[in-house]
């Protein structure tokens, strides 16, 4: 197993639980909405579909790949309700592990911050946990996401992927 095992993170207003394949009878009607795939691509899944992308994730990536598979549905402490999640890919790189993250909020909770909120908390726990550098891709017309990865101290680099943009954490030293 490479990199950290995510564990329950907790914020002001949300719980981050790790994704477990019982999650997706939940998150399937929270995340049934064409918007939120303008710009991530895929379109919605059913909640079959979603079970049994959550059993691939669970179960993570082959052991000779040499990265971590973390996910975690976001809740709102208040009341229990899932809003979302968010996830991070470690890979190994020479100056240490390296995370690319990516966050989704439901339509219904967007425009709360939950997404800066829960994006903020793993960051902090992936630096804790010994990652070395976090990314994430963004396209360059999502302006919710583009104001996340700002917020969370991100800086766009000259890098791409796909149509996206490689967003990097400044590194401290
Ligand atoms: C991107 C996403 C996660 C943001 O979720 P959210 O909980 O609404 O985000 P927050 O409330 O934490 O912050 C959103 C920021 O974007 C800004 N914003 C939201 N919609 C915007 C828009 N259409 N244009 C410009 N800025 C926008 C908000 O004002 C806020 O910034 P502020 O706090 O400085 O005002 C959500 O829109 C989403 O899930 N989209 C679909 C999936 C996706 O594209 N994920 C990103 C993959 S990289």
Redesign the pocket.
């Known amino acids: 197993m490479y990199g950290p095992i995510a564990e329950t993170l907790r914020t002001q207003r949300l719980v981050l639980e790790p994704l477990a394949v019982h999650h997706a009878d939940e998150m399937a009607p929270v995340l049934d909405d064409d918007?939120?795939?303008?710009?991530?691509g895929g379109e919605p899944l059913t909640p079959l579909e979603l079970r049994e992308r959550y059993e691939r994730l669970v179960a993570g990536p082959a052991p000779f790949h040499q990265e971590s598979w973390l996910n975690w549905i976001v809740r709102r402490t208040r009341d229990g309700q899932a809003v979302?999640y968010v996830q991070a890919t470690v890979r190994p790189e020479s100056a240490g592990p390296v995370a690319s993250v990516?966050?989704?909020?439901?339509m219904p909770?967007?425009?709360?911050?939950?997404?800066?909120?829960a994006?903020r908390a793993l960051v902090s726990w992936l630096t804790a946990n010994g990652v070395a550098g976090v990314t994430?891709?963004?396209?360059p017309a999502?302006?919710?996401?583009?104001?996340?990865?700002r917020?969370l101290g991100l800086r766009p680099t000259a890098e791409t992927s796909g149509d996206?943009t490689v967003w990097r954490l400044p590194r401290a030293d």
């Open positions: 918007r939120l795939h303008r710009y991530i979302g990516a966050w989704v909020i439901a909770y967007q425009g709360f911050g939950f997404a800066t909120e994006a994430a891709s963004v396209h999502n302006r919710a996401s583009v104001a996340v990865a917020k996206e």
